[in-house]
Every structure is written in structure tokens, then in C-alpha cells.
């Protein structure tokens, strides 16, 4: 297994690219499938595990897939397939946007149930209940789903919480519905934009995303197209809350600023300067970081995916932070992790109570989960001495190259190849 090494303590400086964002890459890629005339070129794809994976699944199915680079192709005209019954299927959360996808498409799916991050209890009873309202029949049995229709009829759907995935996967199955199907209490993700913007770009029709009612009214067929993916809002929170922590002046590139209005409010308040331009964040910090309290929230609230990374950061901040994580049931799992390196931090339940201590010390650690992985390699960033992270294929799941990424910002961080 690989293990990340790094010598903490350096201040980062530079400029950083930011590449297309995995939420919603992870999303378009199985909506690509639906397409049943031409080839869709997806260009922004980022270079991770979960895409690769992802590659792989649609191509047991029977679609062409390429990669040139950034971009990739999908043709899907040929499928031979609706069984998604691959290893691959129950490594990865969003392969659960198949079971939209072909659904929508075919009137049929089959799959192994997903898996992705430990951060918690992962039901997926309201991406069934949009389904059943829209006439479909779903069965559970043995690790695997089985959803069948003779045909998808339009309805209005009330989801019960929040959620990206059962926004997004009811979305596939309604775009090639019968009649018009209102999503409410939708999530408002700018990933859920994204996929609905691909969507209309295949001759969907698909209106509100981005705002709680999503309309959708079915169409006949939907056609390959051309798009690029949107930048990745947690990588750039990531490098964000990094350059925060070591101190030092970044420029993150080739990000939407406004999809990080509430990371950047956060940062501001803790003390941290923020300068934004059209598609770049400057952050500057002196380290002297102010505690902050933080309850995570559906889009335009506070990130869950930022949390991870936000709490290493509010170990070395003055006087006290709680964090509330309010969408996860366990994801303060790292917590164990940055106290193995110096942190004050009580857990109760849902809430982090954090003493800002006046530095971290280098340690053995791992990533528990992508983003608590992502929390470890900024606390060796920001630590003093040397940290080795071991787990770290859960890190490859999301960030494309991120020790080259932090290297070229002036951290001295290896991978060391297992
Ligand atoms: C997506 O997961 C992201 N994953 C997660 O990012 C992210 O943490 C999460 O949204 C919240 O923003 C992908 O996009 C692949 P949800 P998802 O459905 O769609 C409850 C990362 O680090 N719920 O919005 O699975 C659920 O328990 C990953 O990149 C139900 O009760 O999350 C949770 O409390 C980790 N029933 C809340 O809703 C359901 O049917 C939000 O979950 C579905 C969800």
C-alpha cells in the first residue's frame, strides 16, 4: 500500500490548478450512458480512482470508453447490458447513478448495492421512493438492487431530507419519463447544476436545478453532446484551507468563487485574507487563526466535505471551535488521527470541540475517508517533523495528484510506493 511522507512546517506559496469536480464528473459520466444516438466527449474529467472505476463499470455494460487526457468519450448506442454487477460497483458510492441512468433509458437495472466512504449510515430510501413514484417496482435481495418498469409516468416528488444523489439519480430516471415529473425539497449542489445542464445538453428538459423545486419534463431520447465539467468546489476548498494552515500566499485557479462563498466566509472570519477574481481565490495567512464554530449544511451551507479538512486547521487556531456535523453521523473519525499529532479535540456525538493548540508534531497516521485523508495531509503539511499517511487510496479516490500538486506549491511531500 502507498503511504504519503511528508516533512511539515513549510509555507506554501504559488499558483495551483484546480481540475473538474469529482461529485458531479461521477454523475455525468453515468447520465452519458442514457444517450441513445451519437458519442459524448466529457472534457474536466479529473484523473481519479473513483473516475477509473467508474470507466470500467460502464464498459461491462457495453459502451466504448476512451480517455484522451482530461476528456473522455462515451459511446453508448451498443449497450449490451443492464447488470452492473461488478467488484467496482460496490467500491464506489456514485455508481448509483447507473440505477437512474438505465433505468431511465431501458425500463431495467441491476446492480450490486454501492459503497464509497465510511462517514456513516448511507440509506438510499428516497432515491427508491422517487423511483417507485415514478412507477417503478424495486427489489433488494442478496447485496443487490433490481429496478424494473414497463414505463416511467411524471409525478410530483417530495423528498423526505435533503439529498444530492437521490436528487440527482431521480432526475435520470424522470428526463425520459412520460409527462412532466416535479422534484421538491431538491438539493441545490452546483454538482446537481451540472448534471442538469449535461441533461439539457442531450435534448433533456430540465428546469430550476440549483434551486429546491426541479421540473422536468420527459423527452423522447436523449443525444451524445459535447460539455466540460465544472471545477471541483472541495479540491479547491482543500488547497484553500492548506495554504490557511501553512501560511503563505496560493492563488487557486480555474475555480467558480461563488461555489465557495461559505468556505471563504469561514476563512475570512478566522482571520484569514481572501481575495477573489472571476475564476481564482487568493489566500493569504500568517497562521494566526482565529477559532470558529461550524455546522455543516446542505449547499449553500457550510460543506460536509470541507469539514474534515476545516477541523485540522481549527487545531492550531486560538481559543476554542465546535463543529457540528450535521449531515454524517460518523465523520469524525480522523479526529482519533490529528490527536495522535499533538490536537485538543473532544468528540460528543456529532459535535467536535476543539482547543486550538499552538502547533501540531509529525506522526504515523491514516486516512480514515477521502476527505479525513485529505484533513491528515494538510495536519503534516502545517506540522512540525515528518508524517507518513498510510490508507491513502482512499486520498486517490478524489484528488489527482496531490502530492505533485502540494510539491509544486513548496511542501516537501512524497509517495512512497507500497
Ligand atoms: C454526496 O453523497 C457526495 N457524494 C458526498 O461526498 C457528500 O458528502 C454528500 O453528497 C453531501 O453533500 C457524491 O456526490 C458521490 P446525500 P450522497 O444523499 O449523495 C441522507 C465526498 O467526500 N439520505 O446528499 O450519498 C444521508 O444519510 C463524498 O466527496 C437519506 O436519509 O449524500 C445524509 O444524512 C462523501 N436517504 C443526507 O441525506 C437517502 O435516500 C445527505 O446525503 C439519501 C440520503
Given at each position: 500500500?502507498d ?7 513549510k ?8 481540475g473538474?469536480a469529482?461529485?458531479a464528473a461521477?454523475?455525468i459520466?453515468?447520465a452519458?450512458v442514457?444517450?441513445?444516438?451519437g458519442?459524448?466527449v466529457?472534457d474536466n474529467?479529473p484523473?481519479?480512482e473513483?473516475?477509473q472505476?467508474?470507466e470500467r ?6 459502451c466504448?470508453?476512451?480517455?484522451n ?19 467496482d460497483v ?10 437512474g441512468?438505465?433505468l431511465?433509458?431501458f425500463?431495467?437495472v441491476k ?10 449510515v448511507?440509506?438510499?430510501?428516497q432515491?427508491i421512493?422517487g423511483?417507485?413514484a415514478?412507477?417503478a417496482?424495486?427489489?433488494i435481495?442478496?447485496?443487490a438492487i433490481e ?10 416528488i417530495?423528498?423526505?431530507v ?8 431521480v ?5 425520459l ?5 416535479v422534484l421538491?425539497n431538491a ?14 445538453t442531450m435534448?433533456?428538459n ?7 423545486v ?7 431520447s436523449?443525444t451524445?453532446?459535447?460539455y466540460s465539467?465544472?471545477?471541483d468546489q ?12 501553512c501560511?503563505g500566499k496560493v492563488i ?9 462563498e461559505?468556505?471563504s ?6 482571520g484569514?485574507?481572501i ?6 481565490i487568493?489566500?493569504?495567512s500568517d ?14 451551507g ?9 477541523s485540522?486547521?481549527l ?5 476554542r471551535?465546535i ?11 480522523h479526529v ?14 456529532r459535535i467536535a ?6 502547533k501540531?508534531?509529525?506522526a ?9 485523508g ?16 498510510s490508507?491513502i487510496e482512499?486520498?486517490d479516490?478524489g484528488?489527482?495528484h496531490?502530492?505533485?500538486k ?7 511531500i ?5
Open positions: 500500500m503511504k504519503l511522507i511528508i516533512n511539515g512546517g509555507p506554501l506559496n504559488g499558483n495551483i490548478e484546480i473538474g469529482k461529485n461521477v454523475a459520466l453515468p452519458a442514457m444517450a441513445s444516438v458519442i459524448s466529457i474529467i484523473e481519479i473513483d473516475i472505476c467508474l463499470i460502464i464498459s461491462s455494460l457495453g466504448k470508453v476512451k480517455r487526457g482530461n476528456s473522455v468519450e462515451i459511446d453508448s448506442t451498443n449497450i449490451t447490458s443492464t447488470n452492473a454487477n461488478t467488484e460496490r467500491k464506489m458510492r456514485a455508481s448509483y447513478y447507473l440505477y441512468a438505465l431511465g433509458r425500463g431495467r446492480a450490486e448495492l454501492p459503497g464509497g466512504c465510511p462517514i456513516g448511507r440509506p438510499i430510501d432515491h421512493k423511483f417507485e415514478l412507477g417496482s424495486v427489489k435481495e442478496h447485496g429496478i424494473t418498469a414497463d414505463r416511467l409516468v411524471g409525478t410530483n417530495y423528498f423526505d435533503v439529498s444530492v444523489g437521490a436528487t440527482i439519480n432526475m435520470l430516471a424522470a428526463v419519463a412520460e409527462g412532466t415529473t421538491e438539493a441545490k449542489e452546483p454538482h446537481v447544476v451540472d448534471v442538469a445542464n449535461f441533461l439539457n435534448g433533456a430540465v428546469k430550476g436545478a440549483g434551486t429546491d426541479i421540473r422536468i419534463v420527459g423527452v423522447e436523449l451524445g453532446c459535447n465539467v465544472i471545477p472541495m479540491e479547491a476548498a482543500t488547497y484553500m484551507i492548506a495554504a490557511a494552515a501560511g487557486v485557479k480555474n475555480i467558480i468563487p461563488k461555489h465557495l461559505s468556505v466566509a469561514k476563512l475570512v472570519e478566522m484569514v485574507k481575495e477573489e477574481g472571476d475564476d481564482y487568493v489566500v493569504q497562521r494566526n487563526i482565529k477559532g470558529v464554530n461550524i455546522k455543516t449544511l446542505p449547499y449553500p457550510f460543506p460536509t466535505d470541507a469539514q474534515q479538512p476545516m485540522t486547521l487545531c492550531i487556531a486560538n481559543g471551535s463543529i457540528n456535523e450535521s449531515i454524517w453521523e460518523s465523520r469524525l473519525k482519533d488521527e490529528l490527536k495522535k499529532m499533538g490536537a485538543s479535540i473532544k468528540v460528543e456525538g470541540i476543539i482547543d486550538g493548540v499552538g501540531l508534531t509529525g504515523a497516521v491514516k486516512a480514515t475517508d477521502l476527505r479525513a485529505a484533513a491528515m495531509v494538510i495536519a503534516g503539511l502545517l506540522a512540525e517533523g515528518r508524517s507518513e499517511i490508507s482512499h486520498i479516490r484528488y489527482p496531490i502530492e505533485d502540494f510539491r509544486s506549491l513548496g511542501a516537501d512524497r509517495r512512497e510506493v507500497g
